[in-house]
């Protein structure tokens, strides 16, 4: 019923920005009204100059149309003017939904496609601002045109709308037999786009491992499916195009022709003969503008379509009701979600519950959900069934920015963006405060670190982190994730890249995030952060294989007596690191998939 009563926001973008059309649409009135003064100046000069042979009548006239062409060009200029504004303004309504959209898409489905959602607000911005739309301005003339052709002489009309019908039968013509292949084109053409972008991201595997001939090989067969599409339409398009010219050509032949024959009968003067071509071009040429810029049209339209149902489907999304600021109680409930694209379950019924401030460590075998489970903590991944709530609110009832505002994480593979240290690390945020983005760096022991680059905070980082090593990048991520005191923090293989010093600054981190209540999450394949947990969940299979606290999950992990946990951060030797890193990473769990009497209620199986 929501969505039902609220409008497209493409309509609506073309509500707001109508009145610049129509100021545009105004201008044109004038513009083609000037359009007269051609004919009526060559009409003066045939009919009344030569006959007259008066110099004065030339000079007056000549500069009554220099003043009149001047005043042609001037509206000219300001209908561009409008009609670049009234782009850019329709650019800044829809920008951000349609980028929103390609978001919330691209976390459904991974692919490179929903940035054709941009791309088609380029589109139809660049056919509000170019010549298109000021063609189609210029179409409804054409009548006007061709009925003075008719007032100046019947014949001339005749041929003239003749002309007019046969171009506008090839303009139909043309997106009959252009359509289909274009459409086809541009969906290759993403398909290729796709895959280029895979590889691009994969460049230094794809070197190492001689992969360069097999991947271009697969990359240009959907081009080449791409080119011969475009290569149809463009075939089919040029031709078209050569028979509009060749008419058009024949077509002026045929209204001097015309013209020739009534001036000789004396029907028409000579300056109407020339009137009438000038009137004749004049009204077909917004009809042959049509038909050379039909491709963009039928681009543009395309883009509606596609930009029209996607941003119909985001509005059915009733906007969240603003909840109060979250202390961190997390419950999941009988999670399930789904791997992207497929229907295959990459976690199934998964429930536990933690309570602010705890901190638990999920671990498992290779495939087992931990990474899927962290995603959809943080609603980077929908689930298909089941909840997650956050101090008993489901965390889709939250709106989408504040929830994230509200949230730290650390991916398993960091991603950092262009820009300054500090910009990552205040999630480029305008309002940020440095005092927040040395505080998260702080927590995050990243700040020593940080005062040993080149500019410190303000040193420039590539695409991707480019310019620092693995560690540095996975600390810059993790003071990120904990930028503005977050109340639940998710951390996906937070020690992958980092060396001793690097894990002991971890653990550290770990223990002031303890004191100061936030609810930490860590996924995790290494033994020497579970020290810090308080409790510990296995995965299996996509499911829980067990919950249990550090004390009874360790022994069965590691096979060995466990000392009550401690609050302080310990120091860990580097070969105590080597022998328990070597005994986690060789032992299997034992005991952890089967039913266990004396395990604690709070530890159930599911």
Known sequence: MYASAKSSPLADAFRQIRPGLLA?????IFINLLVFVSPLYTMQIYDRVLTSRNGMTLLLLSLIALALFISYAALEHYRSRVL???????????????????????????SSHHVQLLRDVDTLREVLSGGVITSLMDVPWTPIFLAMCFLLHPMIGLVALTGAVVILALAFLNERVTKAPLVAAMSKNLHALDRLTSSLRNAEAIRALGMGPAVRASWAVTHGQALVEGARAGERGGSLLAISKFLRMALQVAIMGVGAYLAIQQEISGGVLFAASLIMGRALAPVEAAVSQWKALVAARTSFSRLDNALRDRVTERPPMRLPPLKGEISVEAATVLVPGSQMPAISE????????????????????????ARALVGAWPLARGCVRIDGNDIRHFDANFLGRSLGYLPQDVELFAGTVRDNIARFREDASDEAV???????????????LPKGYDTVIGDNGAGLSGGQRQRIGLARALFNKPVLVVLDEPNANLDGDGDRALANAIQ?????????????????LLAAVDKIIFMHEGRVGRIGTREEMLPALLGQTVAPMRREPRVVTE??????????????????HTPNPARPAHATRQ
Do not use: C, Y
């Open 512 to 528: 002031e995030l303890r004191k100061q209540r936030m609810t930490i999450v860590i996924i995790n394949h290494r033994p020497n």
């Open 438 to 452: 040395v505080e998260a760096a702080h927590l995050a022991s990243a700040h020593a670190m940080i005062q040993r």
């Open 84 to 110: 670049v504004q009234t782009g850019m303004q329709f650019d800044h309504l829809l920008s951000g939904e349609a980028f929103e959209t390609a978001l919330g898409r691209s976390l459904a489905t991974s």
């Open 350 to 373: 998964v429930s536990f519950q933690l309570a602010p401030g705890e901190v638990v460590a999920v671990v498992g075998q290779s495939g087992s959900g931990k990474s899927s489970l």
């Open 24 to 28: 545009a649409g105004g201008l044109s």
């Open 575 to 592: 070969h105590q690191h080597r022998v328990e890193s070597h005994h986690f990473a060789g032992a299997a769990p034992r005991n952890l």
